[in-house]
């Protein structure tokens, strides 16, 4: 089984930056894959980016490139996303997620963590 815990979010001025950070622990895998979801209040969870561990080259949802990056701490089995240029439309519970390879979907989630960005 596998854990997730993420942190970093918080309140935050439209404009302004927040960095997540999600830890994995648990049973290790060869090859994996770990994603950033979120999901606002009335909408549908949507994806945000993700990156896989072998490579680790990212990817990112069209609409948010430019102002949200991914990048990973191998030692630490930890994936971040910093979002910069925040604007109120952000706002949303952000979610970790983890694949245990590349390609198969999302099993493992973490709890999730509140982003506000305030007008």
């Known amino acids: 089984q596998v854990q997730l815990v993420e942190s970093g979010g918080g309140l935050v001025q439209a404009g302004g930056s927040l960095r997540l950070s999600c830890a994995a622990s648990?049973?290790?895998?060869?090859?994996?894959?770990m994603a950033w979801f979120r999901q606002a209040p009335g909408k549908e969870r949507e994806y945000v980016g993700g990156?896989?561990?072998?490579?680790?080259?990212?990817y990112y949802a069209d609409s948010l490139k430019g102002r949200f990056t991914i990048s990973r701490d191998n030692a630490k089995n930890t994936v971040y996303l910093q979002m910069n240029s925040l604007k109120p439309e952000d706002t949303a519970v952000y979610y970790c997620?983890?694949?245990?390879?590349?390609?198969?979907?999302?099993?493992?989630w973490g709890q999730g963590t509140q982003v506000t960005v305030s007008s």
């Open positions: 648990g049973r290790t895998f060869s090859s994996y894959a």
């Open positions: 997620a983890f694949a245990v390879e590349p390609g198969r979907p999302y099993d493992y």
């Open positions: 990156i896989n561990w072998s490579g680790g080259n990212p």
